[in-house]
């Protein structure tokens, strides 16, 4: 079956410019998660969305960051006037649900650069 | 205070030997999850293997153990008869809690280099 799906693979951007990024889970899950990884460092927890329920947001490391999951399903992450320090790979995983240890399948990511 | 640590930055092993990559972890919880993943060059995060707090016995799943050692808050992850395609950055994670929100914190990382 289909895995997570995200989109764009890669985005490079000029400083200043809003960039969408998105993530399709797996059809069913409930549990939806974006991560940040920077060149050598682990998974930066960024947002989490658990079915209907108000998003864990605490992650989000300024006010340009935001994420909405429309229908319980597809997710974008947005960044507004973004900066060099933005540049990463942006993860999004998703998972049965999110109420109990369950593994996390994770997307191939969007590599995102800042110029 | 870091709440995974896995102080191997880089590890190298021949191929079908054993190897064992370390992850201790911090938290006053009485009931937290372990995880391990493999993240090789093409990106793709993978789950590999489980352990609950809980749970009395040692995770096994194919040639992936993990060794878990309550006490001194250690799960550590031993791939036997390592092969080529094993290769790859590994990250442990831990989720802790509770209440409501399963959000696992993941370690900075170890590489994996299996040679010929």
């Known amino acids: 079956g289909a895995g997570v799906s995200q989109s764009p693979s890669n985005k490079v951007t000029e400083k200043g410019k809003d960039v969408e990024l998105r993530c399709d889970p797996i059809s069913g899950h409930t549990a939806l998660y974006w991560y940040r990884q920077s060149l050598g460092q682990g998974l930066e927890f960024l947002i989490y969305?658990?079915?209907?329920?108000?998003?864990?947001k605490s992650g989000l490391p300024s006010d340009r960051f935001s994420a909405e999951r429309t229908g319980g399903s597809v997710s974008t992450l947005t960044i507004q006037r973004t900066q060099q320090e933005d540049s990463a790979v942006y993860l999004c995983?998703?998972?049965?649900?999110?109420?109990?240890?369950?593994?996390?399948?994770f997307g191939d990511g969007t590599r995102l650069s800042i110029l | 205070a870091q709440k995974i640590t896995q102080t191997q930055p880089g590890m190298f092993v021949q191929e079908k030997e054993a190897v064992t990559l370390d992850c201790t972890y911090d938290?006053?919880?009485?009931?937290?999850?372990l995880f391990w993943y493999k993240q090789p060059s093409s990106g793709e995060m993978i789950f590999l293997i489980y352990q609950g707090s809980y749970d009395e016995q040692n995770a096994t799943e194919g040639r992936y153990s993990l060794n878990f050692q309550k006490a001194r808050k250690s799960a550590n992850l031993v791939i036997s008869a390592s092969q080529l395609g094993d290769s790859a950055m590994y990250f442990c994670?831990?989720?802790?809690?509770?209440?409501?929100?399963?959000?696992?914190?993941f370690g900075r990382g170890t590489s994996l280099i299996v040679h010929p």
């Open positions: 938290t006053s919880d009485q009931s937290y999850g």
């Open positions: 969305f658990q079915g209907n329920s108000a998003p864990d």
């Open positions: 994670a831990m989720r802790e809690g509770g209440g409501g929100s399963y959000i696992p914190t």
């Open positions: 995983a998703s998972s049965l649900d999110g109420y109990r240890d369950q593994p996390q399948h």
